[in-house]
């Protein structure tokens, strides 16, 4: 493995001599272009017709703006929707409350009152 990566750095030392003198001046100048020579259309020289591109009008970046701040919005509540939905349970989901249990047990002794009452009164019944 040490002899693999020497040879690497070995390499890579004798190359960038070579790459770096291809290079005339990396910091230099870029050439200049060469000049389209003007050419005369026919026309009479008073012809102005310039491009004016001011790039986009206020009320086209006031649509840009509301585009993009609603798109975030969707995004945002999607993702709150859907992280409420799945949220761990709690405590007291996992393991039920103390109001729960005793919710439970007070109605469970509510249908036994009512069921022996529903039985006196049947029992004493005319007949």
């Known amino acids: 493995m040490k002899r693999l990566v020497a040879l690497v750095l070995l390499s890579l ?10 290079v005339s001046d990396p910091f230099g100048p ?9 050419s005369d259309d026919g026309g009479d020289g ?4 310039t491009n004016k591109d001011d790039g986009l009008e206020s009320w086209q970046q006031v649509l ?3 585009g993009g701040g609603i798109l975030l919005v969707g995004i945002g509540w999607a993702i ?7 949220a761990p349970a709690t405590e007291e989901e996992l393991h039920g ?3 729960d249990a005793h919710h439970q047990l007070r109605k469970s002794r509510a249908r036994k009152k ?12 005319p007949r």
């Open 13 to 22: 030392a004798l190359l960038a001599p070579v790459a770096a003198a291809q």
């Open 30 to 38: 870029t050439p200049q272009p060469v000049a389209p020579a003007p």
């Open 46 to 49: 008073n012809s102005s017709t």
């Open 64 to 66: 840009i703006f509301l």
């Open 80 to 86: 709150v929707s859907d992280a409420r939905r799945n």
């Open 97 to 99: 409350s103390k109001h």
């Open 114 to 125: 009512q069921k022996i009452a529903k039985a006196s009164r049947k029992k004493n019944r």
